[in-house]
């Protein structure tokens, strides 16, 4: 039987498994408080098309405990857990390529990316 932390976890890592939920981590993260709609743009999502699925992906975030909904703004916004989870993924991203034995950077984007002379 799984204790309370270990649910919580496994959890968190149910949730950031969807490349989509990621990025919309990474964009809450770095833009602030934004709108469904203003997500959905920020992902490059069309509305139309695409709105079934993305708030299926909202909800997944919101029942991990990694982005929270004020309702009076009606904006979304990261919370703690959700920020620790978008640095430990920046960290991993940053030590692939550290072991990789690559040429690294920091960009203006305050991240270690890989050397590029274009």
Do not use: W
């Amino acid at each position: 039987m799984l204790r309370k932390p270990q649910k919580i976890s496994l959890g968190v890592f149910s949730a950031v498994s969807a490349p989509i939920r990621m990025q919309a981590l990474r964009l809450l993260a770095s833009k602030g408080r934004l709108s469904y709609s203003e997500i959905m743009e920020g992902l490059g999502l069309e509305p139309s098309k695409d709105a079934g699925k993305f708030v299926y992906h909202l909800r997944n975030l919101l029942s991990s405990g990694l982005i929270d909904l004020d309702a009076a703004t009606k904006k979304y916004k990261i919370t703690e857990l959700g920020l620790m989870v978008v640095n430990f993924a920046q960290a991993v991203e940053e030590y692939a390529l550290k072991s990789s034995g690559k040429l690294l950077v920091r960009t203006s984007r305050y991240r270690i990316e890989e050397f590029d002379r274009s």
